[in-house]
Nanobody, 129 residues
Framework: QVQPVESGGGSVQVGGSLTLSCVISGFTGRELSMGWFRQAPEKERGAFAEREGVAGIDSKGTTNYADSVKGRFTISQDDAQNTLYLQMNNLKPEDTAVYYC?????????????????WGQGTQVTVAS
């Protein structure tokens, strides 16, 4: 069973930085696409369709970002450790959300929640103004 596990969330001041990590265990395939999603506090907690795609990376390393985070967030991966990262800089109050890591056995990527089969439990990021 593929299991993503996130870490690195916390509270930070406006303009600050955080790095999220996600270790993906149990994957035995050849092609893995991964993504970061978030769910804002005003959205229904746990509602799958309310998760916003933040950044994704396909099995070839091609990345994709939401317009709201371009230039501020960077997604990267460590293949040897099966670990996904999200470096978040210049954080804003509207970045406050629960951040989820997701994975799918695929050569391509669609940054929508319906595309991904495997999800972590989420980690809270709070940006205080």
């Amino acid at each position: 069973q593929v299991q993503p596990v996130e870490s690195g969330g916390g509270s930070v001041q406006v303009g600050g930085s955080l790095t999220l990590s996600c270790v993906i265990s149990g994957f035995t395939g050849r092609e893995l696409s991964m993504g970061w999603f978030r769910q804002a506090p005003e959205k229904e907690r746990g509602a799958f369709a309310e998760r916003e795609g933040v950044a994704g990376i396909d099995s070839k390393g091609t990345t994709n970002y939401a317009d709201s985070v371009k230039g501020r967030f960077t997604i990267s991966q460590d293949d040897a450790q099966n670990t996904l990262y999200l470096q978040m800089n210049n954080l804003k109050p509207e970045d406050t959300a629960v951040y989820y890591c997701a994975a799918e056995s695929s050569t391509y990527l669609l940054l929508t929640p319906e595309f991904f089969s495997y999800w972590g439990q989420g980690t809270q990021v709070t940006v205080a103004s």
